[in-house]
């Protein structure tokens, strides 16, 4: 089974903090993603990642940034953490492109932001 | 109009209904389908995952995927308590290492 872990499952940080969210997975996979997930809007990509030191961004970029050093961790940063960045956030791998296989999540970090 | 409507509930039913869960689309680029299903406080699983149009089907699960009308569905037979969850619809074009658009979700409650 592809499993995909976030290093943390709860987390409280404070404004103006640079945070830090790691995600690693163990099939080797080439794609990986992050979103957000808050009430009412859904799932929202953040950015997304096809191979090591490649970086695409999502939907809704503005105050993170990424980092994927190895094919296995890719990690999410907040540079200067704000209020509304208070959510769910989730990380997800996928085979490359051409496999036409599903992605898979690991079990997300709530981060609230004080 | 969004790319992906899904009417997000609550759906509440009864121990042993047949359950009936929908999405809408309006890309037609979309060639592959899924269904997550998320528990509280989990990350989204994958439940089930069909290509183009047509039925398949995973013990009392069946996904429908209705290309001609844009429209994608779970069926859960005999559902039972523990299906109370929030279900995902999820889709992607051909090349399917580019992310997933996502539905809403819809919360079902299934009582005992």
């Known amino acids: 089974d592809v499993k995909v872990t976030q290093s943390s499952r709860y987390l409280v940080k404070r404004t103006g903090e640079k945070v830090f969210l790691e995600c690693v997975q163990d099939m080797d996979h080439e794609n990986m993603f992050w979103y957000r997930q808050d009430p009412g809007l859904g799932l929202r990509l953040i950015y997304f990642s096809y191979d090591v030191k490649m970086k695409e961004k999502g939907d809704i970029p503005e105050g993170y940034s990424v980092s994927r050093e190895k094919k296995e961790r890719f990690s999410l940063i907040l540079e200067s953490a704000s209020t509304n960045q208070t959510s769910m956030y989730l990380c997800?791998?996928?085979?490359?492109?051409?496999?036409?296989?599903?992605?898979?999540f690991g079990d997300g970090t709530r981060l609230s932001i004080l | 109009q969004k790319e992906v409507e899904q009417d997000p509930g609550p759906l509440s039913v009864p121990e042993g209904a047949i359950v009936s869960l929908n999405c809408t689309y309006s890309?037609?680029?979309?060639?592959?389908f899924m269904w997550y299903r998320q528990y509280s406080r989990k990350g989204p699983e994958l439940l089930m995952y069909t290509y183009s149009s047509g039925n398949k089907e995973d013990g009392r699960f069946t996904a429908q995927v209705d290309k001609s009308s844009k429209y994608i569905s779970l069926f859960i037979r005999d559902s039972q308590p523990s299906d109370s969850a929030t279900y995902l619809c999820?889709?992607?074009?051909?090349?399917?290492?580019?992310?997933?658009?996502f539905g809403k979700g819809t919360t079902l409650s299934v009582s005992s």
């Open positions: 890309n037609s680029a979309f060639q592959y």
């Open positions: 999820a889709m992607m074009g051909f090349q399917a290492g580019t992310a997933l658009i």
């Open positions: 997800a791998s996928s085979p490359p492109g051409n496999s036409n296989q599903p992605q898979h």
